[in-house]
C-alpha cells in the first residue's frame, strides 16, 4: 500500500507519514513548504463549499506519495451528531474504503 500524506485546514497545520512529499520536523526546504502552502490554500477555497452544504468548517485531504488526491472531505460532527467525525477521521475512512485497506504503512 502507498504511503499518504494527510492535510487538514485546523490551524493550518499538517501532519505526514514517512516517503511523503512534505515531511514534518524535516530541515526547511522552501520548494515542500510552497507545495505545502498551495495545498493548504486549495482546501481553504473548498471549505467554502463544504459549509455551504451544511459540513464543516474543517477540511482534510489525503494524497498519495506521488501527490495525487485520494480524497477530500469535511467534518460531519454536527451533521452526523457524532464527536468522532472531525475531518481528518472522515478522510482516513474515506481512503480506507476508496482504496479499500486500513493499513498505508506499506
Known amino acids: 500500500m502507498k504511503k499518504i500524506i494527510i492535510l487538514s485546514i485546523l490551524s493550518l497545520c499538517f501532519a505526514t507519514c514517512v516517503n511523503a512529499k ?3 520536523n524535516e530541515k526547511i526546504d522552501n520548494n515542500k513548504v510552497k507545495i505545502a502552502t ?5 482546501l481553504q477555497k473548498d471549505m467554502q463549499s463544504f ?8 477540511v482534510a485531504a489525503i494524497y498519495d506519495e506521488k501527490g495525487n488526491l ?8 454536527v451533521n452526523e451528531k457524532c464527536s468522532n467525525n472531525h475531518a481528518e ?3 482516513i475512512k ?3 474504503q ?9
Open 89 to 91: 477521521m472522515n478522510a
Open 22 to 24: 512534505v515531511i514534518s
Open 38 to 42: 498551495e495545498i493548504i490554500t486549495d
Open 70 to 77: 485520494v480524497v477530500k472531505v469535511a467534518n460531519s460532527v
Open 94 to 96: 474515506a481512503a480506507e
Open 51 to 58: 459549509t455551504s452544504k451544511g459540513s464543516g468548517p474543517f
Open 98 to 106: 476508496k482504496l479499500d485497506t486500513y493499513d498505508f504503512t506499506v
